[in-house]
Structure formats: C-alpha cells, structure tokens
T-cell receptor, first 111, second 115 residues
C-alpha cells in the first residue's frame, strides 16, 4: 500500500500567524482529503482535493498530483484551529476507497 | 451535506463481554462503509471494509472473529467487538463515501474502554 508522510509532526503558533502543512505520498493517490480532528475525536472534512487548489475561508489547499504531494495553508490562525490535521488518500491501484492516513500534524495555536 | 452517525459515542465494558457499535448513513445509501481504529496519539488504521449484502473484508492482522461486521442494510453497518479485552480499548470510527471517487464522511467515533 501507499505510504503517507506528513510534516511537521508538531507545530506551535501564535494567534494570527500563518502556517503550511505538507503531505507526501509514496505513489499516485486518488480521493485525497484533509481532515481536522477535534478534541472529541471527530474528523471534520476540510477539503476533498485530488488535484488543484481550493479555498474555504482562512484555509486553502493545493494538491500537485504529478509530484505526489498536497499542502494545507492556514492563514491568520486562531486558537480554535488547534488540533490534529490529517491527510489521507487511496492508492491509485484501485482499492475500493480504502483511505491511508498520515500520522498527522498536531497544531497548537496560543493566544 | 452528507452525514454519518455513529453510536454510542463512548462505552465502558467489562473484560469478556461484547460491545456493538452502529454506523448509519443518514441521508444517502452506502453500499460500502469502512471501520477504522485509532490508538491514543496515533493515526487511523483501517480495520475492515463493510459490504452491504456480503461478507466484510478485513485488513491484514485484524481478527475477523473478534471484530464482527454486519452490513444488513444500505444505511447501517455494525461492528461488534466480541470477548473484549483491555487491549481492545481504543477509538473506533466508521466512514462512508456518498459514492465512489467522492469525499468520505466519518462518524463521531466510539471510545471503547474495557475494564
């Protein structure tokens, strides 16, 4: 199966700062998604982004499928952005939508 | 948007008992659902694929007799942890895509503690 590498593993920011989270894949992927896991464990869908760029408020994401990576940008961070951010994708070999997750980035935004 | 609901949110059970977790797709039919497990401060690991009307398929290393999966309808999959032991304590979370090649939605998760 594919390998998913996320960086950085931990990130501490002051409120108002910007950040970039990265996700590298060992092979081509389908159905690439970014999630935010809240303190109660629920996964919040941020972006479904197999390719291209999308924006939603202070968040945006870019996937360069040919180079097997995706970036998540957080601008003007707020304390409520704290939590774990995961990227996940399905190997392009056709695995019936089985998502492989990275290990996550633990983001802490301090006031 | 699509919603996947999971119940219960948390459960404490005695060692040796069985626990059933339900996963429902609320506004779409899901012929396929997925069950993941997450240990503290770790990532999500796929356990099994739940297929409506047929047997579940399990990932390598997951005991199918311990983690029974039933997908009896197009909106409900259940995971039963049989003869639970403390090492089965974990966060279990289900997901379903509205259809293939679209985003997957996740349930709220179930935190299982076996004492």
């Amino acid at each position: 199966g594919i390998q998913v590498e996320q960086s950085p593993p931990d990130l501490i920011l002051q409120e108002g700062a910007n950040s970039t989270l990265r996700c590298n894949f060992s092979d081509s992927v389908n159905n690439l998604q970014w999630f935010h896991q809240n303190p109660w464990g629920q996964l919040i869908n941020l972006f479904y982004i197999p390719s291209g760029t999308k924006q939603n408020g202070r968040l945006s994401a870019t996937t360069v499928a040919t180079e097997r990576y995706s970036l998540l940008y957080i601008s003007s961070s707020q304390t409520t952005d704290s939590g774990v951010y995961f990227c996940a994708g399905e190997g392009s070999g056709g695995s019936n939508y089985k998502l492989t997750f990275g290990k996550g980035t633990l983001l802490t935004v301090n006031p | 948007g699509a919603v996947v609901s999971q119940h219960p949110s948390w459960v404490i059970c005695k060692s040796g008992t069985s626990v059933k977790i339900e996963c429902r797709s609320l506004d779409f039919q899901a012929t396929t659902m997925f069950w993941y497990r997450q240990f503290p401060k770790q990532s999500l690991m796929l356990m099994a694929t739940s297929n409506e009307g047929s047997k579940a398929t399990y990932e390598q290393g997951v005991e199918k007799d311990k983690f029974l999966i039933n997908h009896a309808s197009l909106t409900l999959s259940t995971l039963t942890v049989t003869s639970a032991h403390p090492e089965d304590s974990s966060f279990y979370i289900c997901s379903a895509p509205r259809r293939l090649n679209t985003e997957a939605f996740f349930g709220q998760g179930t935190r299982l503690t076996v004492v």
